[in-house]
């Protein structure tokens, strides 16, 4: 960009990954209009007030230093965890899930912050953390606790996705700061042990029906299959290149249930077919490559871990959305961010991004870098 005529803050700025965001978020905002049955409203206007909200947001974070993360890492975390707790006390109680603070100026779902603020805590701990003892007790069991008491709070809400969520990000960043891969593959072999009591002793009924029905949709397809059975006709039928813009039978229709929220991918593969999937896969991959880079490039081991950590929590949003929608994992209530209509993980992800570009800002400080 021209010196002189374009703020230096505005030329500095890292623009792949802004881009990037522009065309998943771009792309919602069509297929949203399409749901709608070709109307801005209900869901594609306020999609786009959100996103131009969220990404000022993000950009406004990214001027803040790396340090100040750093600083706000442990009490980030209580704080949220005290919120979590009150959730339990006061929270309001929507759908027979207990999720939310009304602190009157906002619905707040605390279990949404937990998902950056446990790795923020997690990479904090691991930055303090003599070198020689990431092979000991001391590297395990303290991220161990600070991720499972939240992990179990949000269970209890019950919010199975999050919970997971929160797990995955906090196992992420444990596995990144080089704790020994035997301890990971025990935990493997311990889940698999567990799993079967925790299907009968700490699953509601509604989860457990929601398990036998990703591993058998068809035994009650009008029923509680039915999500996943129409999510599969609907992308099944979109072919190679879709039926077209504002052509989805299923979601026009209404047999997709929730073909703007959980399940939009399967409205927008109709419609835009295979092309149109591999568009939003490669560019979330093409995203996470750029946090990656950030990682490797980063000058502390705190930068390191957040940004890969952060990376990885875009990458489980998006994961385990896709794997939902296909019937390759059981329905969790995980939605496509910047792509799903609502502001919570549009949200969650657009403060990752800004921290992620905070972390990027400082190592181009440091050491004039460029990627």
């Known amino acids: 960009m021209t010196p002189g005529i374009v703020p230096p803050a505005i030329a500095n700025l890292s623009w792949r990954p802004i881009l990037l965001l522009l065309l998943i978020g771009g792309f919602g905002a069509i297929v949203l209009y399409s749901a709608a049955g070709g109307s801005m409203t209900p869901w594609a206007q306020s999609h786009i007030i959100r996103f131009g909200v969220f990404l000022t947001l993000a950009l406004v974070i990214s001027r803040i230093s790396e340090t100040f993360w750093k600083d706000i890492a442990f009490p980030l975390y209580v704080v949220v965890l005290i919120l979590l707790i009150g959730v339990e006390v006061v929270g309001g109680i929507s759908g027979g899930s207990q999720r939310w603070l009304d602190l009157g100026f906002i619905r707040l779902q605390p279990s949404e912050l937990m998902k950056l603020a446990i790795i923020l805590a997690c990479a904090r701990f691991y930055d303090l953390l003599p070198a020689g003892e990431i092979r000991g007790w001391t590297a395990i069991w303290p991220p161990a606790v600070a991720v499972g008491f939240p992990a179990l709070l949000v269970i209890l809400q019950p919010d199975l996705g999050t919970a997971l969520m929160i797990v995955a990000g906090g196992l992420s960043v444990m596995f990144l700061a080089g704790l020994p891969l035997r301890l990971f593959i025990a935990g493997v072999i311990a889940i698999a042990i567990i799993s079967p009591l925790s299907y009968f002793f700490l699953l509601h009924e509604y989860q457990r029906k929601r398990v036998l029905i990703f591993l058998d949709p068809e035994n009650d397809p009008l029923g509680a299959g039915y999500h996943i059975t129409q999510s599969k006709i609907a992308i099944g039928s979109g072919g190679v290149f879709g039926k077209g813009f504002l052509n989805g039978s299923q979601s026009h229709l209404e047999y997709l249930p929730e073909g703007h929220t959980d399940f939009v991918f399967a409205t927008m593969a109709e419609e835009w077919g295979l092309l149109g999937g591999l568009v939003i896969i490669f560019s979330f991959i093409a995203f996470i ?38 019937g390759l994992a059981p329905v969790v209530g995980i939605p496509l961010p910047m792509v799903s209509h609502g502001g919570t993980a549009m949200l969650t992800v657009m403060l990752c991004v800004g921290i992620i570009l905070s972390i990027e800002r400082e190592n181009r400080r440091i050491g004039g870098l460029r990627y």
Do not use: C, D, E, Q
């Open 289 to 326: 490559r750029w946090a990656m880079n950030v990682s490797t490039n980063a000058k502390s081991k705190f930068g390191k871990l957040t940004a890969a950590g952060l990376g990885m929590t875009i990458f489980f949003y998006f994961t385990i959305n896709l794997m939902m929608v296909m």
